[in-house]
């Protein structure tokens, strides 16, 4: 399964981006999709995540500002991240638990996420 991320970008503090996440490929389901992010000289973080029956949670960090949200239909996920600080500034990454044949981890490129001061 191959995941594509998109949605990254420039945006003043204070300002708000969505992230997408689609998979695709065969035979395939989704069982957890989640969003990392990595900051420069830092570990990647868990920001959110949300189960196939739509439990979500969320880095304390994050909590009351971002958004995870899933279309099962379309394979696809989203973070909505509003009131963006500097600190949010980070690679994000999606991932997600696939069950294709056997349980494993899928990973998409990265998105620039930049927050301006």
């Known amino acids: 399964v191959q995941l594509q991320a998109s949605g990254g970008g420039l945006v003043q503090a204070g300002g708000s981006l969505r992230l997408s996440c689609a998979a695709s490929?065969?035979?395939?389901?989704?069982?957890?999709m989640r969003w990392y992010r990595q900051a420069p000289g830092k570990q990647r973080e868990l920001v959110a995540s949300v189960t196939n029956w739509g439990n979500t949670n969320y880095a304390d960090s994050v909590k009351g500002r971002f958004t995870i949200s899933r279309d099962n239909a379309k394979n696809t996920w989203y973070l909505q991240m509003s009131s963006l600080k500097p600190e949010d500034t980070a690679v994000y990454y999606c991932?997600?638990?696939?069950?294709?044949?056997?349980?494993?981890?899928?990973w998409g490129q990265g998105t620039q996420v930049t927050v301006s001061s």
């Open positions: 490929g065969s035979d395939f389901s989704i069982n957890v």
């Open positions: 991932n997600a638990e696939v069950s294709q044949l056997s349980k494993y981890d899928s």
